[in-house]
């Protein structure tokens, strides 16, 4: 990982406070003082993300509500912000976010987030991250459903957050997925699957 050295900040709340004119283009993870520039998505995560996206404002979902890649998360840990492939925000979002798309810890969480999972076997890093870090620092901010896009393992894991950490349930092929956000629209692992090829 390359980090930018300049802008340097003392604590994650210099660098809440930073006029975005300051800041270096593009999506940085915070870790520690520094910012770490986060990798572009490939086509097809992007897609799927669309597809999402599509299917929610076709079901009268209002799309200032819902966000592709670019609405950063405050979390516990390191990093200590993240950019999930897709947000689905709180009415109280649309308010708070109007001078910069973070979400910090004194908002309301999401109320849902989904990642893309890239590439890799169980003990790569991008495994690591979505499946293990990523679901310890959602659940910590209370993040209501977490939804795991797996299309190297076809299979799309849907994280219902429970007494502070997730119940996954498994969907394959094509089984109706069980969410309390598309609990109106018929989906299917295949379809969103299918989306980013």
Request: net charge negative.
């Amino acid at each position: 990982m390359t980090i930018t050295k300049s802008p340097q900040f003392k604590s994650l709340e210099d660098y809440l406070a930073a006029d975005p004119a300051d800041l270096p283009e593009g999506r940085h993870e915070y870790w520690d003082g520094e910012l770490v520039p986060v990798m572009s998505e490939s086509i097809g995560n992007i897609n799927i993300a669309t597809y999402l996206f599509a299917l929610l404002i076709q079901a009268g979902f209002p799309p200032q509500m819902i966000c592709l890649g670019q609405v950063e998360v405050v979390v516990p840990g390191n990093p200590k912000t993240r950019y999930p492939d897709f947000t689905v925000l709180d009415e109280a979002h649309t308010v708070l976010l109007n001078k910069k798309a973070t979400i910090t810890r004194d908002m309301p969480p999401p109320r849902l987030l989904a990642e893309v999972v890239s590439p890799g076997n169980e003990n790569s890093e991008n495994y690591k991250r979505d499946y293990q870090e990523k679901v310890r620092q959602y659940a910590a901010i209370g993040v209501p459903e977490y939804w795991l896009i797996d299309p190297e393992r076809s299979v799309i894991s849907v994280g219902i957050l429970t007494d502070g950490s997730y119940e996954f349930q498994e969907f394959r092929g094509d089984r109706a997925i069980i969410s309390r956000m598309f609990s109106d629209i018929p989906i299917t692992a295949e379809a969103i699957l299918k989306a980013g090829r």
